[in-house]
């Protein structure tokens, strides 16, 4: 027989209402898509947390380094004319 | 790298850490951390860990000898929650860089420990009430602090952990509520389950902080925020009232409630027994890793067959 295993890592996101975005609940251990949908539910929506589930081999998930995270995210730092508090409005103007 | 950068490097890192927990930043998975954070916080989420899934055990017992229908349901779903809460712990420490197979492998040849209280057993149906009222109103007030914790996945699992401790712990005093209104006899089992569970729940806090090691890098590294007096104290403060509400008499003729401090004091706890347990040598410690074990191999052949299907369907869809 195979040596035993725990079987692969997923990871898993939950939708909590209906229009609301998924949002990463923890991980589960399956041995195939199905089976990670089903535990995932049994695990994270045992009291109807959930309208939705997603789940993504962790081995498939690519993140940003967070050594590099100063760098990585600087192009941002200098751009404050991206928000909207930047612009003077002329006095008087309403709804803007 | 050469031998007298290398620790410049260290230590300048290890600054950097240290600021971060000290402002109150999570750490994740993937940010540097000193080894002996990884360390203690493997040590800590595995031994957490074990003790949820452990602790199905005592209450598992009672299971088909429920008393109605309701309380069976019920103690399905509190005993299926530390299921869960043993998963989403275990995925906890696997982030830090240790797999299932290892913990399990700790568990079961006595490398990683779990908490003490599992290995008493649960002789009548008021030690789950018990259990429910005091060994997880003690586990609440511990993972109430931990949520807290520096560590972001540790943290996280306590946030989940601690929204479904409640009913575990308020299912558990109605049990007790309603022994206590019964008959005589009902009322002396309560009595009784309050006296064997009393003190062991005590001990989960763990020893006085004046005897208890490796706690100055824990608070330090804020993975551990209050003390295990501290956390003693506040679950004694609020369960004496719980027990008077219902009738119960707490097993410690030195508790008193001390002005001075706004506190309870309590009688010595016996560390004898604590130790002498954490040995090995309580009642139930070989039979709780033995079911663990039968339970694991008799469960291979499902693993086995999972794998086999995987990869039997890989190949259909290549
Ligand atoms: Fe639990
Ligand atoms: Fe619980």
């Keep these: 027989m195979a040596t035993d295993t725990q079987l692969d890592l997923w990871e898993v996101f939950i939708q909590g209402r209906n229009g609301s975005h998924h949002m990463h609940a923890g991980s589960v251990h399956a041995s195939d898509k199905k089976m990670a949908l089903q535990n995932a539910r049994d695990i994270y929506t045992r009291r109807g947390e959930g309208s939705s589930i997603w789940v993504v081999p962790a081995n498939s998930i690519v993140a940003s380094n967070p050594d590099d995270a100063d760098m990585f995210f600087d192009p941002a730092d200098d751009k404050v004319y991206r928000h909207p508090t930047f612009y003077v409005m002329p006095e008087g103007a309403k709804q803007i | ?318």
Excluded at chain 2, 43 to 61: L, Y
Excluded at chain 2, 283 to 298: M, V
Aim: proline share 4%.
């Design chain 2, 1 to 318: 790298m050469s031998s007298n950068t290398a620790p410049a490097i260290e230590d300048a890192r290890l600054s950097k850490f240290e600021e971060r927990v000290q402002k109150g930043d999570a750490i994740e998975p993937r940010d540097w951390m000193p080894e002996a954070y990884r360390k203690h916080l493997i040590r800590q989420i595995s031994q957490h860990a074990h003790s949820e899934v452990i602790g199905m055990q005592p209450e598992g017992n009672w299971i088909t000898r429920a008393p109605s229908i309701r309380a069976k349901q019920i103690l399905l779903a509190k005993i299926q929650d530390e299921g869960g809460h043993g998963l989403y712990l275990y995925s906890a420490a696997e982030t830090l860089g240790i797999s299932r197979e290892e913990m399990i492998e700790q568990l079961q040849t006595g490398k990683a420990k779990y908490s003490n209280i599992f290995n008493y057993p649960t002789l009548t149906w008021a030690d789950i009430g018990a259990i429910g009222w005091l060994v997880d109103g003690a586990a609440i007030v511990n993972q109430v602090s931990l949520q807290r914790t520096s560590y972001g996945p540790y943290s996280r699992a306590m946030v989940r952990i601690c929204k479904e401790e409640s009913f575990h712990q308020r299912q558990g005093y109605e049990i007790m509520a309603m022994m206590m209104k019964g008959t005589p006899e009902q009322r002396e089992m309560a009595q009784d389950a309050m006296n064997r569970w009393w003190w062991p729940s005590l001990m989960m806090f763990g020893p006085h902080d004046s005897d208890s090691p490796h706690s100055s890098d824990a608070f330090r590294w804020k993975i551990k925020r209050h003390s295990n007096d501290e956390l003693r104290t506040k679950f004694i403060d609020k369960t004496v009232q719980q027990a008077e509400v219902i009738g119960l008499t707490i097993p410690d003729p030195e508790l008193k409630w001390n002005e001075a401090t706004g506190h309870y004091d309590h009688g010595e706890i016996n560390w004898d027994e604590f130790y002498r347990v954490i040995q090995g040598n309580g009642q139930c410690n070989k039979q709780r890793i033995a079911h663990h074990k039968k339970a694991h191999n008799d469960g291979a052949w499902v693993r086995a067959a999972a794998e086999a299907y995987k990869v039997k369907q890989a190949v259909k869809n290549n």
